[in-house]
Structure formats: C-alpha cells, structure tokens
C-alpha cells in the first residue's frame, strides 16, 4: 500500500495563497487517478480537485482559484490554492490507489 505524506498549508490571509504537496513513498501509475479533499469541522470529506493523465476535475467553489498538478518524477502531487477564502477552511487530504495522506490544516483568517 502506498504512503502519501502532505505538506504545506497552516495560516493564510484572505485572499493569499498556499501551496500543498503530497510525496508518495513510491511510484504511481500516470494513469492513475490522484485526487485532494479537504474536511471542514462538522462536515463530511468532499472531494475538491482530481488529475489523471487525460483528464482534470475541479469542484465548482475552487474552480479559477485552485490548480491541481503532479510531478511523476518525483511522486509528488500538488494543489496551488490561490485567492484563498475564509470557507476553504479545512484540513486538506491526498488520496491515490486507495490510500490517504494524514491530512494537513489550511486556516484562511485575517
């Protein structure tokens, strides 16, 4: 099972951005699927961006602001996040093969 480690996040201002990455502990089929979501406190995981090598997804509420992308040299997806919004709030997990990362909290508060 692979291991998928995020980094990145912590406290961003309103309108500010950030940058996730999620490394994996070995290779991933281009062609698999590699996704984000992100858990907001009191409320279910929701998906919020995924690539695959013919095809990338947005949930609409991110659409323009985010930018989801993956380096298969070095196992590592990323999420650019950028004019942040207080309800981005949440704490922001990696998912491929079946496997997720331990999450990391992105805060957007002035």
């Known amino acids: 099972q692979v291991q998928l480690v995020e980094s990145g996040g912590g406290l961003v201002q309103p309108g500010g951005s950030t940058r996730l990455s999620c490394t994996a502990s070995?290779?991933?089929?281009?062609?698999?699927?590699m996704a984000w979501y992100r858990q907001a406190p009191g409320t279910e995981r929701e998906l919020v961006a995924y690539i695959t090598s013919y095809a990338i997804h947005y949930e609409d509420s991110v659409k323009g602001r985010f930018s989801i992308s993956r380096d298969n040299a070095l196992n590592t997806l990323y999420l650019q996040m950028n004019n942040l919004k207080p309800e981005d709030t949440g704490v922001y997990f990696c998912f491929a093969e079946g496997s997720w990362g331990q999450g990391t909290q992105v805060t957007v508060s002035s």
């Open positions: 070995r290779s991933i089929s281009s062609h698999a699927a």
